[in-house]
């Protein structure tokens, strides 16, 4: 059995990771036995989670456990190479734009901070939590600055985000899902993001922002009445 190994925090009823859901998600709809454990970054092959142990092999990164579950279980999704290009396209403007401003946003303005603190370290005793809260803290600015998102403001992070969201919000006004009238893998990842940044549990700039876009919270509903035949 494949083991899931990732963080056990949820928002809203879906990991805080839009990446672990991702797979969590995938496993889960595609009846693919597993079992999830705790795990933290560092214990990962790629110093990242989610990770699995998988058929003797310890593999990270997401999107390379998805691809190779894909082949080993032959899942085919009817789509077309356009379609596959098309959900390539918005995953990478998705997991390598949008996403690291929902992190900014939780990382980094103190309101949205205190929430992600509790949730992500009131397990730790004083005053080791205070301790590694302010080196994970830390550690996420450092990132998001190597990464490019963290050298704006937040007010500037907030018009490009706004450029993502609309853009998004367009497609899916005439398209079901990402692949257009096709359910697909590419949902997954683009679903989890969206529930993560309009939680109400964690509400940041970026949520109310992204709550004023109606067709994302319609592409919610669509894909999580696809998702509940998977979840029984």
């Not at 925090?9 to 797979?23: E, H, M, R, T, Y």
Request: charged share 20%; glycine share 4%; net charge neutral.
């Amino acid at each position: 059995m494949l083991i899931l190994k990732q963080t056990q925090v949820q928002f809203d009823g879906i990991n805080a990771s839009p990446f672990c859901a991702k797979l969590e998600l995938f496993l889960t709809y595609f009846k693919i036995p597993f079992k999830i454990e705790a795990a933290l970054p560092m214990h990962g092959p790629h110093k990242k989670i989610p990770f699995v142990e998988y058929q003797g092999e310890t593999l990270g990164d997401s999107e390379l456990i998805l691809q190779r579950l894909i082949k080993d279980y032959k899942i085919e999704q009817g789509l077309t190479d356009m379609q596959i290009s098309q959900g390539i396209a918005w995953q990478a403007m998705l997991e390598q734009h949008l996403y690291w401003i929902m992190v900014y946003n939780r990382w980094v303005p103190e309101q949205s901070w205190k929430i992600l603190e509790n949730a992500f370290f009131s397990q730790l005793r004083q005053p080791l939590r205070a301790i590694i809260a302010r080196q994970s803290r830390k550690l996420a600015k450092k990132n998001l600055y190597a990464q490019g998102i963290g050298r704006f403001n937040l007010e500037q992070l907030l018009e490009l985000a706004e450029q993502d969201l609309k853009a998004l919000n367009v497609h899916l006004a005439d398209n079901a899902f990402i692949c257009g009238e096709v359910f697909s893998h590419f949902d997954l990842f683009a679903y989890a993001l969206i529930k993560n940044i309009n939680s109400c549990e964690i509400n940041t700039p970026l949520s109310e922002l992204s709550r004023q876009f109606k067709e994302l919270c319609r592409y919610q509903q669509r894909v999580e009445a696809q998702l509940a035949p998977g979840c029984e």
